[in-house]
């Protein structure tokens, strides 16, 4: 699966994901892996949205999917942004090898 940050919006916090799969399932897939690194849980504030939180996460990121804006990640703190690029990164490429091995198996 591709995901590949497009931007990161100075004026709102916004990461800005490209992701080739179908509607939620790259966000929800991402903020999975996270939190299972972490050892914590994933939330969903609203039920029924596409839209997920790791409980306890201490960049207190907001993972969505919707049909205008696409996958995005929201963060909290505008200073947290090269820390959590990282993290995004590092998972995309995770999420990658997973993809590849399952597809090789």
Known sequence: MLYRINMVTEEDGWIVLDTNGWA???IRLLVESIAA???REVVQPYEGDAQFMI???PYKLIFQYDDVFGSVVILNNLEDKEEVTALLERHFE??????YKIRNE
Not at 94 to 99: D, F, P, Q, T
């Open 24 to 26: 939620s399932e790259p």
């Open 37 to 39: 690194e972490e050892g």
């Open 55 to 57: 409980k306890g996460d």
């Open 94 to 99: 995770k999420l990658k090898k997973e993809k």
